[in-house]
Nanobody, 121 residues
Framework: QVQLVESGGGLVQAGGSLRLSCTAS????????VKWFRQGPGEEREFVAT????????DYASSVKGRFTISRDNAKKTAYLQMNSLKSEDTAVYYC??????????????WGQGTQVIVSS
């Protein structure tokens, strides 16, 4: 069983930046696609970004493309989401997931507990 722990959320002003981390337990992290999702207040869960096991391919939701960057360090069993030029509409709980199908809303087997991001305008 893989456990994922997100960190790095918090309160930031619009236009600011945050970097989220997702650290995995176990030895299989390097084998899996990782995704970030978010869920705003009263909203459905939304795909944010995904990265292949090697880090060679990424995909982003149009709402974050050009502002967010997903990356990973397999040696540290950690994935990252660098978020720049944050907007109030980025306010949400952010979740990482692994052992995912690459397609945006493909199945993921493992999920973190989420980290809150609040962007004040």
């Amino acid at each position: 069983q893989v456990q994922l722990v997100e960190s790095g959320g918090g309160l930031v002003q619009a236009g600011g930046s945050l970097r989220l981390s997702c650290t995995a337990s176990g030895r299989t992290f390097r084998m899996y696609v990782v995704k970030w999702f978010r869920q705003g207040p009263g909203e459905e869960r939304e795909f944010v970004a995904t990265i292949t096991s090697s880090g060679g391919s990424t995909d982003y939701a149009s709402s974050v493309k050009g502002r967010f960057t997903i990356s990973r360090d397999n040696a540290k069993k950690t994935a990252y989401l660098q978020m720049n030029s944050l907007k109030s509409e980025d306010t949400a709980v952010y979740y990482c997931a692994s052992k995912c199908e690459f397609m945006r809303y493909g199945k993921c087997d493992y999920w973190g507990q989420g980290t809150q991001v609040i962007v004040s305008s």
